[in-house]
């Protein structure tokens, strides 16, 4: 008989303990809570189940199992988006044995365990887009992916494949044009375009190709179904583009193909504003370079305003900030303080890293604020997001924590 | 008259010519041993091996000794199967690095890596004091779609004691290795198209229109054939079974270092394994992970990828393995019957049972111990090593 | 005539007295107040309200009950914050090259290349720096001299604070040098140096005993090392990898030399030794450093600043000419701050320890009485990145005014009407 005793309460251990160790519920007390999608709310309560957000309010029961996070002191924000970042992606970013690769898929080039990730969490990026390189005028289909750890597959990462086509009109192009040491004269970097003109000119034989295709199909060419797709606007276009004149172009070329465009970079966007609120294009803007890196930036970045973001914004144009693709990026508080000391507006700033990235990836759904129902990507900082003196406390994604400082 | 010496001509040819064969073939040989490994059976203590014709004819305590068999005392010693292994480039060339792989173009599926083979090459034979009689021969790693492998013993008088398998299965590699600055494909992301195109046209491919190269990515499409795929960190293992999933591929993965991280994801679709060589100077915690792969129910082999490293480091990986916790039973098969099971020759090597080659290993001690010696070797039933004494 | 006279000097009072209430800060006032609503003195404690009270550029008097003297031009500053302007110990910008071709070079000045023209001048005084030590760059063994300037002036002489101070010294092996190498020629320099002085003081005696004349001087090539190794010029040391920090020690204490030691990004792994030998320090510009943790393959983040304040070292902050933050002082004490370094240390380590290192802490660094009136205005808080510097006085005189800075309008305003283009299809 006490046998039985002893296993039926062994038994019924079993499960507590289980529920105990998988902690399910997590209640979240916060002192100020910035949802992004409405006002703050001060002395709130956000509740977080299976990885979503269950309930968020200030009249919200805790339930008794709940795991309490308290964070009465401090200042909770959705985790961040980030609409251009570093590739965690080994070697080459670019396929270079062609200008044109539209069904390249940087997703299947993911490393899960690349330290891109690792760090990039701990900046408080919670979903990030992930591009191929510019050195291709046409790049391939970009992919959003969360950094889930621990490191096993890429599909468990990928939340968006085929997110967006990378389209360059910049002059990244034609500076990877020399041919590297001790190879003979015949290889394909002596094809590769050597003018803005040439890369214009690529881009739009690679459209009209596209239009030809989708007419007459005489056989299977998966690059060109890609940018019949984009042509369609089923796969938006994320065109990297710096000068005014080229801005310009890239607006145009929209309009004659109906493309659904989204520019990237957009240094000199200050100065077409207007015209880019006007047709409705969203931008996402990296990292600006006050003394530029690499030659075909400072080609082209060298009309820098600092307040580039701030007169977008202002304009009406949809603005996110992303930390970059380049070798030096910026984290992306970092990236949303300065924007604001040099103009831009606080509100949108804090959109421009969370809700508004999440939009033109087309996540919005899931990620960029928080609200009921929603992935329960959540950072606590120890204050202002926007002041510089802040520190990101803890790091939660699809409602674990990732990352937590002492 | 002339019709009854005809066909006893034909007789007496027949005679004849099978008298100078049996004068070629091997010696039948008894051997006694104090332990013998049979793998599928067991071991047995004080048994005796019969060769006969180069086969085993039977293994038992006490099996019926042939007349003409000599008899090879080795009352004091272990015998093994000889071992399997399952991915090297011996033989190759007298400059490895230059002969396995065929870099100028990155699909090149019609090669077939037995013709680079060198059967007298000094390697091979210096090779067979590893105890090591069968292996897998395979290119390299730096195209994306290598060629064919081959399965060879290391000793035969004729060429087809030699192979045992002209055209293996296709070596595919998913190696940062395979990336070039000069020819397609320059990236990662590159490397994935190339393989998913020339996959997909093997799978369109008509015979109507004959092309070597079709036809072998058709085989290795449709699953007949095995495809050997290279790959060791875990995204790219993790990219390999993206492709066994898209395809349906008959896949063994070589390499997989790193493969305990998604071990169960590897078990799941059965994908046997073939190791990389365990290193003395590795770390540990890098020699352990074998150990959590085998553990996961995937089926392993080792390799040595000799000549980058010794065949010798063949017996030597599953040493380090045992050390780390792998089943010793484990590490035996995965140097024999396992190895024999995942390249499809189980039929002849990988055990000492009846029927099957006469491929032995004597040692003086424990096969699992570093300080035991190999002190003779057969392939075939020929005696191709014995160790001198010094 | 006296009519006239009258007339003349009637205009000019009324000039006098417009141009006064007008606030014309033209010739430089004799005597000044600062009515600010909130002053950092770095001295002592934050004053609310409080006014400095300045005389021919000098501070006479800072306090929240300060008289003012009737005869006193007032500085209205009542929503700004006041400190002493930011001081940046060690530079190799606004030189027209920061290393000479060739490594044993003590005898050059930086007070000859420096170009009061540069961009990072100007950039220098609108981010609120006051005081800069020039040296030569991190390339050259001996680098020579180094220069105290202000960002203002047309020419090095407007420009001078002080001259001849400190000596470069870089353990960073000069190309196609190993270490070995690189150690091996200091040392040979130093012996060498010092069997000249040797002979210099035997012919010196020689001449004394004789009853000679003697007039010879020390080679002025060779009189800085000299001034160095009789601890009258401070050797900034600079230490490429933690490797080097033992070396720069030995240095210090064979030669006992007057040492601040100047890190790169790699040295924190030697916080150790440096607090022992308890010599100033001077942090690289990249305060964040991953690391992989070998066991756990965790990325972890390495914050600078911290590991050395935990570890007890004064130290002085650098910057570089990147984009955002490290260009900025305010921005490196504000990131130590957010890894928990206290607000008053992190203000001290951008003006009175790096004043204190490169020997101008008579005069800047704090605002104290008997100190220049070197200070900037801000809009906020210095730790708050939507600060801005409004003004920077030098001496008590207003040189730069957010207001008036129009490289800055550019770069933050919209331009005006571009012309666009007539369609041409």
Redesign the interface.
């Known amino acids: 008989m006490r046998r039985y005793a002893i296993l039926l309460t062994f038994l019924l251990l079993v499960p507590i303990s289980a529920t105990r160790g998988q902690a399910d519920i997590i209640a979240i007390k916060a002192g100020k809570i910035l949802t992004i999608s409405g006002d703050p709310v001060t002395d709130g309560v956000i509740l977080v189940e299976n990885g979503r957000i269950a309930e968020i309010g200030t009249e919200i029961e805790v339930p008794e199992n709940a795991s309490i996070i308290d964070a009465s002191q401090k200042v909770v924000m959705p985790g961040l988006v980030d609409a251009s970042a570093v590739p965690p992606?080994?070697?080459?970013?670019?396929?270079?044995?062609?200008e044109i690769?539209p069904?390249?898929?940087?997703?299947?080039?993911?490393?899960?365990?690349s330290k891109v990730l690792k760090r990039i969490v701990q900046t408080g990026v919670t979903t990030l887009y992930v591009s191929?390189?510019w050195r291709n005028v046409i790049g391939?289909l970009g992919v959003v992916i969360k950094p889930t750890g621990?490191?096993?597959?890429?599909?468990e990462m990928i939340i968006k494949d085929d997110a967006a086509l990378t389209v360059v009109m910049g002059l990244d192009p034609i500076s990877g044009n020399r041919i590297?040491w001790r190879?003979?004269p015949t290889?394909?970097y002596y094809r590769r375009p050597t003018t803005r003109m040439a890369i214009i000119w690529m881009l739009r034989k690679s459209l009209f190709d596209a239009q030809q295709y989708a007419t007459s199909k005489d056989k299977e060419d998966p690059g060109l179904q890609i940018l019949c797709s984009a042509l369609e606007d089923e796969i938006p276009i994320r065109l990297n583009v710096r000068r005014a004149i080229n801005i310009r172009t890239a607006l145009k070329l929209a309009e004659e193909h109906d493309l659904k465009l989204i520019l990237d970079e957009c240094t000199e966007g200050y100065k077409v504003a207007e015209e880019i609120a006007q047709k409705n294009v969203p931008v996402v803007l990296g990292p600006f370079y006050y003394y530029p890196g690499s030659s075909s930036q400072y080609r082209e970045g060298r009309e820098v305003n600092w307040n580039n973001a701030g007169i977008l914004a202002n304009a009406g144009v949809k603005v996110a900030l992303a930390s970059g693709a380049q070798s030096q990026p910026i984290d992306l508080l970092t990236a949303a303080t300065f924007a604001v000391r040099h103009g831009m507006p606080r509100d949108k700033a804090l959109k421009a890293i969370t809700m508004t990235p999440a939009e033109i990836l087309g996540i919005a759904d899931r990620v960029g604020s928080l609200e009921k129902g929603k992935d329960a990507d959540i950072l606590i900082l120890s204050g202002d997001p926007l002041k510089v003196t802040t520190r990101i406390e803890r790091v939660i994604l699809n409602g674990k924590t990732v990352h937590k400082t002492d | 008259m002339r019709r009854r010496i005809f066909p006893s001509i034909l007789l007496s040819l027949s005679v004849f010519s099978h008298l100078v064969v049996a004068a070629e073939d091997t010696q039948s040989l008894a051997i006694r041993a104090g332990r013998i490994w049979t793998v599928t059976d067991g071991v047995i203590t004080d048994g005796v091996i019969i060769v006969k014709d180069g086969k085993i004819h039977a293994v038992g305590k006490e099996p019926d000794v042939p007349a003409e068999a000599k008899i090879l005392d080795m009352s004091d010693k272990d015998v093994i199967p000889g071992l399997i292994d399952a991915h090297c480039h011996v033989g190759l060339s007298l400059d490895i690095f230059a002969e396995i792989d065929e870099i100028v173009s990155a699909v090149t599926p019609d090669m077939q890596i037995l013709d680079a083979f060198d059967p007298l090459a000094e390697d091979v034979t210096k090779a067979r004091s590893s105890g090591v009689t069968t292996v897998m021969l395979a290119p390299g790693n730096k195209n994306p779609i290598a060629g064919q492998t081959a399965i060879v013993k290391l000793y035969g008088n004729k060429m087809n004691d030699w192979v045992l398998k002209r055209k293996g299965g296709v070596k595919l590699s998913l190696r940062?290795e395979a990336?070039m600055?000069?020819?397609?494909?320059?990236?990662?992301?590159?490397?994935?198209?190339l393989l998913r195109e020339q996959l997909n046209e093997g799978k369109a491919y008509k015979d109507d229109e004959y092309d070597p190269c079709g036809e072998v990515l058709k085989r290795v499409a449709d699953g007949n054939v095995p495809a050997y795929i290279c790959a060791c960190?875990?995204?790219e293992i993790?990219?390999a079974?993206?492709l066994v999933d898209e395809y349906g591929l008959k896949a063994v993965l070589i390499g997989a270092e790193k493969g305990d991280?998604?071990a169960d994801?590897i078990a799941e679709r059965d994908i046997p394994v073939i190791y990389a060589p365990l290193l003395l100077f590795s770390k540990d915690k890098d020699l352990k992970r074998v150990v959590k792969l085998a553990n996961s129910g995937i089926k392993l082999a080792f390799s040595s990828t000799a000549p980058k490293t010794a065949l010798h480091d063949l017996r030597t990986s599953a040493i380090l393995a045992t050390k780390y916790g792998l089943n010793p039973e484990v590490a035996i098969k995965s140097l024999t019957i396992h190895a024999a099971e995942i390249l499809g020759i189980a039929d002849r090597v990988g055990s000492i049972e009846k029927g099957k080659d006469a491929d032995l290993v004597i040692l003086n001690g424990d096969p699992l111990q570093l300080t035991s010696n190999i002190e003779m070797v057969i392939i075939n039933g020929h005696i191709v090593y014995k160790r001198q004494e010094e | 005539m006296k009519s006239r006279f009258c007339t003349a000097f009637t205009a000019v009072l009324l000039i006098v007295f417009v141009m006064s209430a007008l606030g014309y800060a033209g010739p430089v006032r004799k005597k000044l107040a600062i009515q600010a609503g909130k002053i950092i003195t770095i001295a002592g404690a934050d004053l609310k309200n409080g006014v400095i009270l300045i005389e021919d550029g000098i501070i006479k008097a800072v306090g929240t009950d300060v008289e003012i003297p009737w005869d006193t031009f007032v500085i209205e500053a009542k929503d700004k914050v006041i400190m002493p302007g930011f001081v940046l110990a060690h530079t190799s910008s606004g030189l027209d090259r920061a290393n000479e071709n060739v490594p044993e070079v003590p005898f050059l000045s930086t007070f000859d290349s420096i170009d009061p023209i540069s961009s990072y001048f100007e950039d220098s005084l609108r981010d609120g720096v006051v005081a800069m030590l020039v040296l030569p760059g991190n390339n050259t063994l001996l680098g020579g001299t180094g220069t105290v300037v202000r960002p203002h002036g047309r020419t090095v002489e407007a420009m001078l604070i002080k001259r001849y101070t400190g000596l470069k010294i870089s353990l960073r092996p000069t190309r196609n040098t190993s270490r070995m190498g690189h150690m091996q020629r200091f040392r040979r320099y130093i012996s060498d140096l010092k069997d000249y002085l040797e002979e210099y003081e035997q012919r010196k005696a020689d001449a004394k005993e004789e009853k000679k004349p003697f007039d010879e001087e020390i080679d002025t090539r060779k009189q800085p090392m000299v001034d160095l190794l009789d601890e009258k010029l401070t050797a900034f040391i600079y230490c490429d990898r933690a490797a080097d920090i033992p070396k720069a020690i030995e240095i210090h204490k064979t030669h006992e030399l007057d040492t601040v030691l100047v890190l790169g990004s790699d040295c924190y792994k030697a916080v150790g030794l440096i607090a022992k030998s308890k010599l100033p320090v001077i942090l690289p510009p990249q305060l964040i450093v991953w690391e992989t943790n070998e066991e756990t393959n965790e990325e972890e983040m390495k914050i600078i600043p911290m590991i050395f304040h935990k570890a007890g070292v004064k130290f002085a902050f650098q910057t570089d000419t990147s984009q955002y933050g490290s260009r900025y002082l305010w921005y490196q004490a504000a990131t130590a701050v957010k890894h928990g370094m206290k607000r008053t240390e992190a203000l001290k380590s951008i003006t009175l320890y790096p004043a204190k290192f490169i020997g101008v802490d008579d005069r800047l660094g704090s605002i104290a009485v008997g100190k220049e009136a070197t200070l900037v205005f801000l809009t906020g808080d210095p730790l708050d990145a939507q600060a801005w510097v409004d003004q920077v006085m030098i001496a008590g005189e207003i040189v730069y005014e957010k207001a008036k800075d129009e490289r800055l309008k550019k770069l933050l305003e919209k331009p005006d009407e571009i012309q666009v283009p007539e369609d041409t299809d």
């Open positions: 992606v080994r070697g080459d970013l670019n396929e270079q044995s062609s690769t069904a390249l898929r940087i997703s299947s080039a993911l490393d899960p365990q191929p390189g391939g621990p490191p096993r597959r890429t599909q590297p190879e003979p290889n394909f | 940062d990336l600055s000069d020819r397609r494909p320059t990236s990662r992301a590159g490397l994935m198209a960190t875990v995204d993790a990219s079974v993206t991280e998604i994801i």
